[in-house]
């Protein structure tokens, strides 16, 4: 049976990197963001997968709901599926700045989409999650190692860790796995696209990666894919990074 996964932040990015990957695995996906993502439906669908797109803003838990409602309206109409299988809370931002430029505003932004959006979304799906479903948090390698100005970003991202601890305590019950995986330097548009588009900033990170160079969307989209595989049956509740080897 083609399993059905969830992939939040899916238009653009690791997101949608992750997206296609699943649906190369034979993965149907609902690729869930804030603006269009019928282009990343186009590409899974012309490359043999099958997908629907559905508007979801993770900071906004009205718009959480709405979305689970046309979830499971979606499922149902197109695979005549009532459950999700895989759940890949994505969607993050990352407001970066100085300790003294921080403000209160950004502080609540960073926390409402990094931890509370996947803490929200994982408890509106959770009754819809089939039994032994997987879920993948998306962190960062940043919550092991330090970068000037990231200190919001940084703390947000050990707390969506923690989060995913304590919930594997909750959900093992039902055999539901969820891990967090912290991906290193990856070249992709986050944060305006600055790493992909700076050769500075990649040869520098490079120098401090046991592999030699920053990751690829595509590294850490294959490991997402792992980690829902039947290959990783007995884990859960782990940090794993896929990073390189940065900073050791």
Same mark, same amino acid.
């Given at each position: 049976?083609?399993?059905?996964?969830?992939?939040? @932040?899916?238009?653009?990015? *690791? @997101?949608?990197?992750?997206?296609? =990957?699943?649906?190369?695995?034979?993965?149907?996906?609902?690729?869930?963001?804030?603006?269009?993502?019928?282009?990343?439906?186009?590409?899974?669908?012309?490359?043999?997968?099958?997908a629907i797109a559905i508007r979801m803003d993770v900071s906004e838990p009205p718009s959480i709901e709405?979305? $689970?409602?046309?979830?499971?309206?979606?499922?149902?109409?197109? /695979?005549?599926?009532?459950?999700?299988?895989?759940?890949?809370?994505?969607? @993050?931002?990352?407001?970066?700045?100085?300790?003294?430029?921080?403000?209160?505003?950004?502080?609540? =932004? %960073?926390?409402?989409?990094?931890? $509370?959006?996947? *803490?929200?979304?994982?408890?509106?799906?959770?009754?819809? *999650?089939?039994?032994?479903?997987?879920?993948?948090?998306?962190?960062?390698?940043?919550?092991?190692?330090?970068?000037?100005? %990231?200190?919001?970003?940084?703390?947000?991202?050990?707390?969506?860790?923690?989060? %995913? $601890?304590?919930?594997?305590?909750? *959900?093992?019950?039902?055999?539901?796995?969820?891990? !967090?995986?912290?991906?290193?330097? %990856?070249?992709?548009?986050?944060?305006?696209?600055?790493?992909?588009?700076?050769?500075?900033?990649?040869?520098?990170? !490079?120098?401090?990666?046991?592999?030699?160079?920053?990751?690829?969307?595509?590294?850490?989209?294959?490991?997402?894919?792992?980690?829902?595989?039947?290959?990783?049956? /007995?884990?859960?509740?782990?940090?794993?990074?896929?990073?390189? @080897?940065?900073?050791?």
């Amino acid at each position: 049976m083609t399993r059905i996964a969830l992939v939040t @932040g899916a238009n653009r990015g *690791l @997101g949608r990197t992750t997206a296609l =990957a699943l649906a190369r695995n034979n993965i149907n996906v609902m690729v869930a963001s804030r603006s269009d993502g019928s282009d990343v439906v186009d590409e899974i669908v012309g490359a043999g997968g099958d997908a629907i797109a559905i508007r979801m803003d993770v900071s906004e838990p009205p718009s959480i709901e709405t979305a $689970r409602v046309a979830v499971l309206a979606g499922i149902r109409e197109k /695979w005549d599926a009532v459950a999700i299988d895989v759940l890949v809370n994505n969607a @993050g931002v990352g407001l970066f700045a100085p300790l003294g430029d921080i403000t209160p505003e950004d502080f609540d =932004a %960073t926390f409402a989409i990094n931890v $509370r959006g996947p *803490l929200l979304v994982t408890q509106a799906f959770l009754p819809h *999650l089939s039994e032994g479903a997987r879920i993948v948090n998306v962190s960062s390698s940043l919550s092991r190692h330090v970068s000037p100005a %990231t200190s919001v970003y940084a703390a947000s991202k050990k707390a969506l860790e923690a989060l %995913t $601890r304590s919930l594997a305590l909750e *959900l093992g019950p039902r055999g539901i796995r969820i891990n !967090s995986i912290a991906p290193g330097p %990856t070249a992709t548009d986050f944060n305006g696209g600055a790493m992909r588009d700076s050769d500075a900033m990649r040869t520098a990170l !490079s120098e401090q990666t046991a592999l030699g160079r920053v990751g690829d969307p595509d590294d850490i989209a294959e490991a997402i894919c792992a980690f829902v595989s039947p290959g990783f049956a /007995w884990v859960t509740g782990e940090r794993i990074e896929v990073s390189g @080897g940065v900073l050791l």
